[in-house]
Structure formats: C-alpha cells, structure tokens
C-alpha cells in the first residue's frame, strides 16, 4: 500500500488536494511535538505546479494528512517552506510540528482557570476546550483516569502557552504523557487525537504489515522524554 499526502485547509475544514510528492517522511515521539518533512517536485510533467495552486497550500494554513490504505497514520501543520531552483531541477520541501501538538505550543491561555483535587486528565480536557480551533478539532482520551488529583491555578494576564502548561504534566511524579494521534478519512473529514497516559502510554507489540519480502526493516522508540 503506497502513502497518500492529503493537504487539509485549516480555514474551510476540507481536503483539498493530494500532494504529488517525490520524498516524504514523517516522526512521532511521546511527549513531543514530532515532525515532517515533503519534498515536492516543482514540474508540470508531474502536475505539482497544478496541484500546489489548487491546495491553497500555505505556511500556517495548511495541514498534511499521511495516510497508508486509506487509514491516517500521521497529521503535520504547515510552519515552513523552502524552494529550490537549480539548472537541473526544482523542488519545494514543506515542513513542521506536529498538527496537535504543534498548534497547542501557539496558543495561550486566555480566561482564568483554577483547580482543585481535579483528575489531572479533566485539567487537561478542561484547558483544550479554551482554544478556539480552525478546521479541525484536538481531542484529549484516555483509557482510564489516572486517579491523580492536582491543584493549579492558572492566571489569563501570565500570557501562558496551553503547550506548555500540558507539558508541565510530564515532569511530576506520576504525571501524564501523551502521544498525538489523528482520525477519520477524507470523506468524513478528519480530527486530531491527543492520547494520554500515566504514568506511561505502553504499546504491547508492532505490526508490520508490509505485504512483501522485507530486505530491511527498523523500528524505533525513544523515551527520553517520560513522565516520572
């Protein structure tokens, strides 16, 4: 099954165009943002020139959705572009965070919010709702509460950035980690999932569903960044 690239416009909320891209890769870390990287081949004998003008793609407007059999594997906000031109070729490499986590570190918190023996994953679920979203929605889940209670209390006139204050979950005894996730399809639209756990989201085995011979296979996990 080959990789689709699906550019989703933040303002309308609908798929707008499948990206023809030459190099496409994409990182999920627990607890951080992640990242991704396309590289677009600018020519018209493969359309992109086309294709970019109809995905109204731009930097801070744009979401790419990685999909594999129709089944979305990762969502990445447009922050960055870089096109090169060359004698022999041309090409655009787009960039960014994340979409969920990417979009939560732009945003601060703007009413007062206070805390009292609240199960950390409300406190969490409490403060995405004060964002206003575009397009698209981050949703916090859970399996199960926690069963940790917090205290916080958090001022509108400290200017803080809802990013961050998730993140100070994870650096607590028995605090939270997350990882970001996305669902639906192109018909349905599609909504960012922002996984929690304490004091660790555990994954009991991977799959690889290649369906060939595999001459070379790696999977890698990285916990440096754990709740305690």
Same mark, same amino acid.
């Given at each position: 099954? &080959?990789?689709?690239? #699906?550019? *989703?416009?933040?303002?309308?909320?609908?798929? @707008?165009?499948?990206?023809? %891209? &030459?190099?496409?890769? %994409? @990182?999920?870390? #627990?607890n951080d943002m992640g990242s991704f990287s396309i590289t677009l081949p600018l020519s018209m004998r493969s359309g992109s020139y086309e294709k970019l003008n109809q995905s109204n793609l731009g930097v801070l407007e744009s979401i790419v959705v990685f999909l594999r059999g129709g089944i979305p594997l990762f969502a990445g906000w447009v922050t960055s572009e870089d096109i090169e031109v060359s004698e022999d070729s041309e090409s655009m490499v787009i960039g960014g965070p994340s979409a969920s986590v990417g979009y939560l570190h732009r945003r601060c918190?703007? @009413?007062n919010r206070v805390y009292? !023996?609240?199960?950390? %994953?409300d406190i969490i679920d409490d /403060? /995405? &709702?004060?964002i206003i979203f575009e397009g698209m929605t981050i949703i916090p889940t859970w399996d199960s509460p926690s069963g940790? /209670?917090?205290?916080?209390? *958090?001022?509108? &006139?400290?200017?803080q950035i809802i990013g961050e204050l998730v993140d100070g979950f994870g650096g607590i005894q028995n605090g939270v980690d997350y990882i970001p996730e996305?669902?639906? !399809?192109q018909e349905t639209g599609f909504s960012l999932i922002l996984r929690l756990g304490s004091p660790l989201i555990r994954r009991t085995s991977y799959v690889l569903d290649l369906e060939k011979n595999v001459s070379r296979a790696r999977v890698v996990r990285d916990g440096e960044v754990v709740a305690n």
């Amino acid at each position: 099954m &080959s990789i689709q690239c #699906l550019v *989703y416009n933040v303002k309308t909320g609908q798929v @707008t165009e499948e990206l023809p %891209f &030459s190099s496409a890769q %994409f @990182t999920q870390q #627990l607890n951080d943002m992640g990242s991704f990287s396309i590289t677009l081949p600018l020519s018209m004998r493969s359309g992109s020139y086309e294709k970019l003008n109809q995905s109204n793609l731009g930097v801070l407007e744009s979401i790419v959705v990685f999909l594999r059999g129709g089944i979305p594997l990762f969502a990445g906000w447009v922050t960055s572009e870089d096109i090169e031109v060359s004698e022999d070729s041309e090409s655009m490499v787009i960039g960014g965070p994340s979409a969920s986590v990417g979009y939560l570190h732009r945003r601060c918190l703007v @009413t007062n919010r206070v805390y009292e !023996d609240d199960e950390q %994953f409300d406190i969490i679920d409490d /403060l /995405l &709702s004060t964002i206003i979203f575009e397009g698209m929605t981050i949703i916090p889940t859970w399996d199960s509460p926690s069963g940790q /209670l917090r205290e916080r209390t *958090y001022w509108a &006139s400290d200017r803080q950035i809802i990013g961050e204050l998730v993140d100070g979950f994870g650096g607590i005894q028995n605090g939270v980690d997350y990882i970001p996730e996305v669902i639906g !399809d192109q018909e349905t639209g599609f909504s960012l999932i922002l996984r929690l756990g304490s004091p660790l989201i555990r994954r009991t085995s991977y799959v690889l569903d290649l369906e060939k011979n595999v001459s070379r296979a790696r999977v890698v996990r990285d916990g440096e960044v754990v709740a305690n």
